[in-house]
């Protein structure tokens, strides 16, 4: 089935500091990609959605100059945490789907994100 | 490494039908098992959360069952209704050393006819 990939499962990382997630489709090529935020004991929340070749569109209230997103391939999808703070620790999950209309999601496992 | 699997991948039903949503795992040592509804363009919500340790867990027209022997979980839809139109997601979450991992099914696409 199809695989998605994302790395690195976790990182630390010190104030200040860019982290940079990636998100890979190993065996479809993606036309969109989600990324998530998962709070601790909330549900999971839609940073934004990225089309291939595209910029992202954001969801109200997440910061589009913080949160960096690039789709610059039908494989690969790219978070970015610019200066990361504390506030910022939590766990990002990226999704890809093959097509538009009811295509499948396909989830990554997820990082989590410590920021000291 | 856990596999997620759900079935049916697209359900279309008239209104009023009950329904069951169908989700297999392969490991099962796991820590909870969740339910997510997804709405075009928006966020995955949660619907029902499945302690390892429970069976089921019911929140109004929906039931979640839950079977770790056998790596099953169903959820039932009763009387179902247009605006339950949505991609319903199935997630297994296993402890780790490094915090909880979630697993994804790939989804069920459920239309409900008017």
């Known amino acids: 089935g199809a695989v998605v990939s994302q790395h690195p499962s976790w990182v630390i990382c010190k104030s200040g500091t860019s982290v940079k997630i990636e998100c890979r489709s190993l065996?479809?090529?993606?036309?969109?990609m989600f990324w998530y935020r998962q709070f601790p004991k909330q549900s999971l929340m839609l940073m934004a959605t990225?089309?291939?070749?595209?910029?992202?569109?954001?969801e109200q209230g997440v910061e589009k100059d913080k949160f960096l997103i690039n789709h610059a391939s039908l494989t690969l999808s790219t978070l970015t945490v610019t200066s990361a703070h504390p506030e910022d620790s939590s766990f990002y999950i990226c999704?890809?789907?093959?097509?538009?209309?009811?295509?499948?999601?396909?989830f990554g496992n997820g990082t989590r994100l410590t920021v000291t | 490494k856990q596999e997620v699997t759900q079935i049916p991948a697209a359900l279309s039903v008239p209104e009023g039908e009950n329904l069951v949503l169908n989700c297999s795992f392969t490991?099962?040592?796991?820590?909870?098992l969740q339910w997510f509804r997804q709405d075009p363009g928006k966020g995955l919500t949660s619907l029902l959360l499945?302690?390892?340790?429970?069976r089921e867990q019911t929140s109004g027209r929906l039931n979640a069952s839950l079977d770790k022997s056998s790596g099953r979980s169903t959820l039932y839809i009763a009387a179902s209704q247009p605006g339950d139109s949505a991609t319903y997601l199935c997630?297994?979450?296993?402890?780790?050393?490094?915090?909880?991992?979630?697993?994804f099914g790939t989804g069920t696409s459920l239309t409900v006819i008017p």
């Open positions: 999704s890809a789907r093959e097509w538009q209309g009811a295509s499948p999601l396909h």
């Open positions: 065996d479809f090529q993606a036309t969109t």
């Open positions: 990225s089309n291939e070749g595209s910029k992202a569109t954001y």
């Open positions: 490991d099962s040592a796991i820590y909870n």
């Open positions: 499945i302690q390892s340790s429970q």
């Open positions: 997630a297994v979450i296993q402890a780790t050393n490094t915090g909880n991992q979630f697993y």
